[in-house]
């Protein structure tokens, strides 16, 4: 399942990648989330195979990842993005993997820059779980979420968890989705031997970078209201708005002085951004 959106020259590559892949039986569904860029008459008229869904509004990540899953008829769903590419095992590697590993509800691919480098793309902890007293102790495996880029799951698991929860936008929604899984009593797993190129950011290059990172942060407390307790969240906005202020001030005292002011601006924006959405 791809959702797209005005990503239309990288989507090809994803999608020739995917027909090139073998080993495994697969139908690849896309959803455009209402792209001006002519995504919808590329995939219409260069991959027939593909299902797709064109959506007359943007309406996320997950709200379309949602869409496609009740379309899906494999045992597997695999939410990549279009601005990936895979190697031709990628897929049957990741099957086998699921199919060897029963514990596992969720698992990440191995992320690579355009370059052939590693990217990160495993995370052992929440936002914010320094924090918590508690919420995380009864979470299945030590893995907290994968990168979303790539991310291959039990069909039947994703059905009984009612899929992406759709309050999130875009961020936020593949952690939540691992934390979910975890709680079923499952584990993320990640597949060391199944090779993802991803580009990052690809569908964001537009966005202003204060909006960007508002985007992030709303996306970080959204998370913390579903998961931590009061409690814990008064913790974060605390020293967050603490870190915010002391950075605010050294940013601030050197901008007269710095060569590169609109990195320096940038940083300002963002942790007056932070300080402003922290208020207890």
């Excluded at 990503?7 to 001006?36: H, I, M, P």
């Excluded at 992406?164 to 936020?172: A, K, P, R, S, T």
């Excluded at 952690?175 to 031997?193: P, S």
């Amino acid at each position: 399942m791809i959702v797209s959106y005005n990503t239309a020259d990288l989507l090809v590559d994803c999608l020739v990648s995917l027909r090139a892949a073998y080993g495994v039986e697969k139908e690849v569904l896309v959803v455009d989330n209402c792209s001006t860029d002519n995504s919808v008459q590329m995939v219409a008229e260069r991959f027939p195979e593909v299902g797709l869904i064109a959506n007359s509004e943007n309406r996320g990540f997950g709200t379309a990842n949602n869409q496609a899953f009740t379309l899906c008829t494999g045992r597997y769903i695999i939410f990549l993005n279009p601005d990936t590419t895979i190697k031709p095992d990628t897929l049957q590697n990741a099957v086998d993997f699921m199919d060897a590993k029963q514990h596992v509800g969720l698992a990440g691919a191995k992320i690579l820059n355009p370059d052939g480098t590693l990217q990160e793309s495993v995370s052992y902890k929440y936002p914010g779980e320094k924090f918590t007293s508690g919420e995380t102790a009864n979470l299945k495996g030590n893995i907290a979420c994968v990168m979303g880029a790539f991310m291959i799951a039990r069909k039947e698991l994703i059905k009984e968890i009612g899929g992406f929860d759709e309050d999130f936008f875009l961020y936020g929604e593949d952690q939540d989705l691992c934390w979910r899984i975890r709680q079923r009593g499952f584990a993320i797993g990640y597949i060391e031997d199944a090779g993802v190129f991803h580009w990052g950011g690809q569908s964001e290059t537009g966005t202003p970078l204060a909006f960007l990172f508002e985007k992030k942060i709303k996306a970080e407390y959204l998370f913390y209201s579903k998961h931590y307790k009061p409690e814990t969240i008064a913790r974060i906005k605390k020293a967050e708005r603490l870190k915010a202020v002391f950075r605010l001030i050294t940013l601030k005292i050197s901008l007269p002085f710095s060569q590169k002011k609109t990195i320096v601006q940038n940083k300002i924006d963002r942790y007056q951004l932070i300080y402003n959405m922290t208020k207890l």
